[in-house]
């Protein structure tokens, strides 16, 4: 039916992957950040998807399957984190907050 | 053969007595401390007495019985020669004669010192300390190999440490046992390079293994092998010119000067010798090196014995003289005639020593004999037992010393090394001997009381004292009669006992054989009794007694007369004043100019915080790149991902 | 030029117009919208995939539930326009242009990729309900632990949660 | 033209969109005027009524309406999610309906497309999910972009109610497709068919009873219902998340509010009654003409009240009324026409019947307290459905072993 190359899918997933790549660069906002990460992710699963389509099999699928999982948890995490953060140090810009440094 | 597969439980008790008393003795009551302590070493005392029941059992090739119980220490197994220690025990002849003396000993003297310690403070740290030195003396004793003979060695060094600084309080006495430490280090330095020497020459420490070697070795190498090792022995047994320490150590507690000073430690130089004798015996230098000290130390110490006033200072260096005799022996190759002398000696000056001990407490801690005087009546078991351990010392016939040092003299003059300087210096040592033990007794015991009646209360030491001198005074005289068939022209049995040990040194002792022969014109009755070691002995007697008893000024205007000598006798030759000037300041100059302050300040101190400066300086510039910032950290990992990729794609070239 | 080529193009291009969107939305919440956005396009592109399983959960999981978290965090915090700080000057000269070096890497390698030839016979619903049975057969069955240990994971991340988004008093 | 006649799939798609469009918007509108008018009863009251015979026309008067007045932005509201949150409320909340079947597939189009349902997925249910799951986007921007505090609190507060009222909305139908084993509409409808006892029909709401009332509250909690209306409660924030808004963009949540109405109404028909299936036995073949019968009925009481009651010009409209209503009512009798419509029938008098539950407990229940709300459906909904899962699988694993050990 269809005559999609699977190379379209895994450039695309390149693109978006790259995309949120300099997103997280970019960004300055810690939430947005976060979300450039779930891009990455996305990105990925397609990647994912297009790969297991191509060999016929599900594997690729399942994958798919924990990484969101995982994803929802890390957001989960994450957010409480984030919200944390905002609360100590009145801002969400990740350059106010370097407490890495020594 | 209970025991001889077991003897590691002959250590195991004085051990076990030391950790126990010291960890929980201040907690108890004397008698439990005492309870404790006693009973260990005397559990140790008939465990070694069924130990040497056994080994007479021993078939002669089982002999010396070695029990071998742990690798202690083994590296490069790869190579043909690793360095490898096992932690063995071995009883043979020797470790017998030595084991029986020190666990016999050291207990009557351990029970001596519940009486004479009684009113010390820090009590069982005392007897933990005399239970921990009993352990490392009997591991030096059994040792199998040099290096466990080294532990024990060291062991016995820091117990006599601990020991000679008892009081801690008392600043002479710290001194006293740094001093000792240190001076015997000097020695022990030696000892552990001939320890190394050895090994790098035989490639094995065990005695088993070396001795069947030390044939094939050149006699330069094995003269320079003994050479360092009696270097540790001149140090351990107080020898010239390492001998300054042991009187200083009279600071110690008396049973400490007896036990430590006198009987056991002080030996085990000679012990070391004799034990080393294949190797000693092949390198004739180091023989008459040995030798040469020995003399020399006897005549020299007695002749300072001689003006001392202090009746401890006075034993302490007939004990150096003594100590010199037995390396004579050694020298001379009468290693057994050393032994015995060691064995006789342990008991009559351990005697002198204990029994001077009582005097001391009878005077309530006066030592200075010309404060004394007269005490014959007031305290009659410690003046008999002390005349007898003078008659022992002073080799008047039919008492130990007597037969020993008879010995040595003779071995002396007619041994396989003798030399005549050798022979005369030991017979003028044993005049002046003869002469000042019977002034310290004349001094002591005789003639009016010269201390303050109202003052001192002097009384007889109770029983747990002179029970002790009592047993050591009957040994003094009867300790020596192993020998006695020498003078019918017989076997001694003791140096028949020792004969194994000996033998397979290449004309050890002469007297062996010269007795199987029978034909030595010096052995008989008439010949030994008039020899020329009694003659001294007793003219050293008359003339103490002309002194000190028929007309005592003669001493004092002698005194005036050859002051200088008698100052030079007086001072001890002036000779820790000469280390002090010779060694001590220089060291002391050289340590705070160069060694403190630039050495250690400069080089030392200046590499390490020039370390610490190079890292704290590179951290805080490479801190600059740890920015805390989330976003430069984003953009190294994407540097990295970039590199990854290019490495793996572009570079490495993956099939794709 | 069939419907699904004309269909993958036009999502393609909605996803990387979304994603470009997230990084030049100065509004955080515009940024999660166009984030929404990119993964609902997404779930469409798997659906012409033939995974029309993991289609509805990128749905359901991503877009309904771990975005609107997202919303609601920002709603919560009421977060504005971020601010244009210039803290760390490293990252941009040095992180922008080489994420795009990244970006056009993958791209490259990813398009000589072998299975780049191969064509995805995505069929909208062909035989996804036995596809969706087999997924959950191999999930419960092969990928039994993994599954387990991701559960026990969603338990740690929600007390992790709890504890951080406790008050203090 | 050509492009047609090859796909005459996306055609008849289309087509069928355009009808249910039709019929889903009237379906909105009639929705509100039967709310006003029954709750109005129910508090005995008249309700609308001079707009029209029984103000039957106040749907219509009210469009109008909200077409005409002026449309209000507030100046500092983000203009374009302000805009743009009506509109995915309402669309999301029609598309699912999309997925509905609303009569057997057997009945189908000349060209083999099935009538009643437009896009028949084999994961149809989890579709339904995916898509309702996206209707909290609509609430929560409206409340940030209107950037009031009160539609912030109100959409904090839906979101929150909705997120948390989802998981045990979807957890509780788990049971369901446990019991079916598929997500397909009409899979699942099959699977009800039959009796016990010869006239106790097989439906889920039977052995899923907890299912049933966990996933009946939820869905009431997920669309914002009393006893759930928090986000609009209008004692505290005003009208909650659609304070700001004015005029069409209003309606429009108000119609997506009815349209998920609708949505989880028909899901409850379908999941848990049967569906499109009668509760009559199937050998009660006079069954069929029951809606004729009933639409016959109607028609009767509108003549009768059109002679008695009527005057003027509400007297002509109920003339009218009467004439559709007969006249459908006689179409319906004939065989062929009630054999079809049959399964629309039933469904959309089972939706109705659910319908008329939700409007009823508008009019009688108050409304939760918010703490009262979360802790109810994390503390007791939650575990309740999760029990109701485990249940059901045990039972599902082990029943058989017992019946064939």
Redesign the interface.
Known sequence: MSAVPISYYLVLSAILFGLGVVAVVFKRNIITIFMSIELMLNAVNLAFVAFARAHNQLDGLVFVFFVIVVAAAEAAVGLAIVIMLAQNRESLNVERVNLLKL | MLLLNHLWIILALPLAGAAINGLLGKLWPKSAVNSVAIGSVVLSFLAVAETVREFCNLAPSQIPFIGNYFTWMIAGEATPHPFRVDFALQVDQLTVVMLLVVTFVGMLIHIYSTGYMAHEGGYYRFFSYLNLFMFFMLTLVMAANLVVMFVGWEGVGLCSYLLIGFWFLKKSATDAGKKAFIVTRIGDFGFTIGILLVFATFGTVAFGEIFPLASQQSETVLTTICLLLFAGAVGKSAQLPLYVWLPDAMEGPTPVSALIHAATMVTAGVYMVARMSPLFSRAPVAMFVVAIVGAVTAFYSATIGLVQTDIKKVLAYSTVSQLGYMFLACGVGAYASGIFHLMTHAFFKGLLFLAAGSVIHAMGGEQDMMKMGGLRKKIPVTYWTMLIGTLAIAGIPGFAGFFSKDDILEAAEAGRYHHVVLFVLGLVGAGLTSFYMFRLVFLTFFGQPRYDEHKVHVHESPKNMTIPLMILAFLSIFGGWFAAPRLVGRMDYFEKFLAPVFASSPGGDVAPAAAEAGATPAMDLVHALTGWPVIVGILGLLVAWWFYIKNPEVPKRLAKNIHALYLLLLNKYYVDEIYAALIVRPLLWISTNVLWQVVDEGLIDGTVNGTATVARESGSQARKLQSGNTRSYAAWVIVGAVAFTALLFGILGVKR | M????IL?FLC?LV??AG??L??LAR???????A??L??ST??I??L????????????????????????????????GS???????R???P???P??????????Y???????????????G?SN??A??V??SE??FRQ?LF?FEA?SI??L???L??LV??RKES | MEFISQHPVLVAAVVKVLILLFIVMTALAYLSYAERKLIAHIQSRWGPYNVGAHGLLQPLADGIKFLFKEDVTPPASDRFIYTMAPFLALALGMSTIALIPFGPPSVRFPNGEEAFSVADLNLGLLFVFAITSLGVYGVALAGWSSNSKYSLLGSLRSSAQMVSYEVSLTISVVGVVLLAGTLNFNDLIQSQHGYWLHFIPRWNCFPQIVGFLCYFVAAIAETNRVPFDLPEGETEIVAGFHTEYSSFKFAMFFMAEYANMITVSCLATILFLGGWLSPLPDRWTWQIYLPGAGLLILAAYCAWDTVAEMRGIARLQFAVVTLIAGGAGLLCLIPAVAETIKGPFWFTTKILAILFFYIWMRATLPRFRYDQLMSFGWKLLLPVSLANLVITAAFIVFWPLLRHP
């Open positions: 069939s419907i699904p080529v993958f393609a996803a990387v994603a470009v997230l990084i509004e955080p919440i515009h940024s999660a919208l984030l929404v990119v993964m997404l779930a592109l798997y012409l995939l033939g995974a029309p399983f993991i289609a509805a959960v990128q749905v359901i999981v991503y877009a309904g539930a771990v975005m609107v978290l997202f919303v609601f965090v920002i709603m919560l915090l009421n977060a971020e601010e244009r700080t210039n803290i760390s490293l990252a941009k040095i992180g922008l080489l994420g795009f070096v990244l970006l056009l890497a993958f791209a390698f990813l398009w000589r990729s072998p299975v780049g030839g191969a064509i995805a016979n995505g069929t619903s996804d309900a596809d969706t087999k997924l191999m999930l990928y993994p991701t994971l969603i740690i991340a929600i992790g949660a951080l988004a």
